[in-house]
Nanobody
Framework: QVQLVESGGGSVQAGGSLRLSCTASEVIDDNHCMGWFRQALGKEREGVAAIGHLGVTNYADSVKGRFTISQDISKNTLYLQMNSLNPEDTAMYYC??????????????????WGQGTQVTVSS
């Protein structure tokens, strides 16, 4: 089974930027989707952004215009560029793979494989 490793988290001030990376241990098939999720303390995991077949993307309303999901297939790596960060973005960020997916979704229950997460902390 594919393994995922996230990196790039850290602590930034409000208004700052971070780029998260998620590297897969093997090639992700084109009929899979990949996504970024986050979980704040005491809250449920929520979908942030996802990418699927032909690069179709899907974003949560709370991050539209600020976050960008992309992938480098040659490197088996998924990215999340996060700009204009605010304290509400503070959470553990996870990447996931949804097998046999054509339309990238933001529901965590659809995803089959997860990384260990990377912490993002935004101070005001």
């Amino acid at each position: 089974q594919v393994q995922l490793v996230e990196s790039g988290g850290g602590s930034v001030q409000a208004g700052g930027s971070l780029r998260l990376s998620c590297t897969a241990s093997e090639v992700i098939d084109d009929n899979h989707c990949m996504g970024w999720f986050r979980q704040a303390l005491g809250k449920e995991r929520e979908g942030v952004a996802a990418i699927g077949h032909l690069g179709v993307t899907n974003y949560a309303d709370s991050v539209k215009g600020r976050f960008t999901i992309s992938q480098d297939i040659s490197k088996n790596t998924l990215y999340l560029q996060m700009n204009s960060l605010n304290p509400e973005d503070t959470a553990m960020y996870y990447c996931g793979v949804e097998l046999h997916c054509w339309v990238p979704g933001l529901k965590s229950k659809l995803y089959n494989v997860w990384g260990q997460g990377t912490q993002v902390t935004v101070s005001s």
